[in-house]
T-cell receptor, first 113, second 116 residues
Framework: GQNIDQPTEMTATEGAIVQINCTYQ??????LFWYQQHAGEAPTFLSY????GLEEKGRFSSFLSRSKGYSYLLLKELQMKDSASYLC??????????????FGTGTQLKVEL | EPEVTQTPSHQVTQMGQEVILRCVPI?????FYWYRQILGQKVEFLVS????????KSEIFDDQFSVERPDGSNFTLKIRSTKLEDSAMYFC??????????????FGAGSRLTVL
């Protein structure tokens, strides 16, 4: 089975840095994704890790440790528009190379002035 | 930027009625998916579709659910006899492995289904 844990909510200040953690226990692993979801909208892709280490994409970075079953999403220079839910999702391979994502419950980030 | 489009954006139906949710995936994508999100809960996988057949389905995707790709552009989810607990936001997604192998899912804006 798949079990993915992330904090329910976090609060941070505009301009600051925030780290959102995700731990997982899964029967199969073929990559970890981070998505952003604003209320009532679709998840949008932020970052992807399949090997250990840090992936940087502008203000967003994501880290993976496969041996520890651990990832984090780092958001720098926070802006008010970053207030959203951040979803950690683990990929298990499908036949034919497709993706099945198992999502965590999401971390609701509130950015304050 | 290519996008996945879904219709309708919101549908209200009576319990026991059939519902069809429609999706137009990104044109060069090969894999298609349906996910759902009950209000306040996590996004859940329903089904994946590749090469004109279901490649995997979850426990949620029982005999009341079916998917179809009736032509070269549309991908539909049918719920035969809706139940109250089918009320949720249904997201269509598509993906293509590309060069990176990430096979990133691109989600549509969703169809909100309300069963009364």
């Amino acid at each position: 089975g798949q079990n993915i844990d992330q904090p329910t909510e976090m609060t941070a200040t505009e301009g600051a840095i925030v780290q959102i953690n995700c731990t997982y226990q899964t029967s199969g692993f073929n990559g970890l994704f981070w998505y952003q979801q604003h209320a009532g909208e679709a998840p949008t892709f932020l970052s992807y890790n399949v090997l250990d280490g840090l992936e940087e994409k502008g203000r967003f970075s994501s880290f993976l440790s496969r041996s520890k079953g651990y990832s984090y999403l780092l958001l720098k220079e926070l802006q008010m528009k970053d207030s959203a839910s951040y979803l950690c999702a683990v990929r298990a391979p499908l036949g034919g190379g497709g993706n099945k994502l198992t999502f965590g419950t999401g971390t609701q980030l509130k950015v304050e002035l | 930027e290519p996008e996945v489009t879904q219709t309708p954006s919101h549908q209200v139906t009576q319990m026991g009625q059939e519902v069809i949710l429609r999706c137009v995936p990104i044109s060069n994508h090969l894999y298609f998916y349906w996910y759902r999100q009950i209000l306040g809960q996590k996004v859940e996988f329903l089904v994946s579709f590749y090469n004109n057949e279901i490649s995997e389905k979850s426990e949620i995707f029982d005999d009341q659910f079916s998917v179809e790709r009736p032509d070269g552009s549309n991908f539909t989810l049918k719920i035969r006899s809706t139940k109250l607990e089918d009320s949720a936001m249904y997201f269509c997604a598509s993906s293509d492995p590309g060069n990176s192998g990430a096979n990133v899912l691109t989600f549509g804006a969703g169809s909100r289904l309300t069963v009364l």
